[in-house]
Nanobody, 124 residues
Framework: QVQLVESGGGLVQAGDSLRLACAAS????????MGWLRQAPGKEREFVAA????????SYADSVKGRFTISRDNAKNTVYLQMNSLKPEDTAVYYC?????????????????WGQGTQVTVSS
C-alpha cells in the first residue's frame, strides 16, 4: 500500500503563493507518475498537474498553466506543487495521487493511490 500525505495548504489572499508537499511511502515511489488533483465543494474532482518518473515530463491543466509548477524529489519521496498568483477559483481540497500510466493522468478515476487532501482557500 502506497501512502501519501499532503501538507502546505492554508488560507491566503488572491495573488499569494503556496507550496504544497506530498510525502510518499515505499521504494516504489519512482515507479508511479504523481499527480495533483483538486475538488471544490459541489464540483467533480479535476486534474491539476502531473509529473513523470524523473521529473522531466510535466503536464498541467489549462486553468493553472503558467501559475503552478509541479516537481518531485525521489530521494525524499516527495512531490511538490508550487502555486503562484492564486485565484479564488483555485479554492479546493488538493489531493496528491499516484497513477501507473501517463495516458491516465488527467482522469481522476484512474489514479491508484490518494492522499488525504489539504485545503487551499483563496479569498478575494
Amino acid at each position: 500500500q502506497v501512502q501519501l500525505v499532503e501538507s502546505g495548504g492554508g488560507l491566503v489572499q488572491a495573488g499569494d503563493s503556496l507550496r504544497l508537499a506530498c510525502a510518499a511511502s515505499g521504494r516504489t515511489f519512482s515507479r508511479y507518475y504523481m499527480g495533483w488533483l483538486r475538488q471544490a465543494p459541489g464540483k467533480e474532482r479535476e486534474f491539476v498537474a502531473a509529473i513523470g518518473w524523473r521529473g522531466a515530463s510535466t503536464s498541467y491543466a489549462d486553468s493553472v498553466k503558467g501559475r503552478f509548477t509541479i516537481s518531485r524529489d525521489n530521494a525524499k519521496n516527495t512531490v511538490y506543487l508550487q502555486m503562484n498568483s492564486l485565484k479564488p477559483e483555485d479554492t479546493a481540497v488538493y489531493y496528491c495521487a499516484a497513477v501507473r500510466y501517463w495516458v491516465d493522468i488527467i482522469y481522476p478515476g484512474r489514479y491508484d493511490y490518494w492522499g488525504q487532501g489539504t485545503q487551499v482557500t483563496v479569498s478575494s
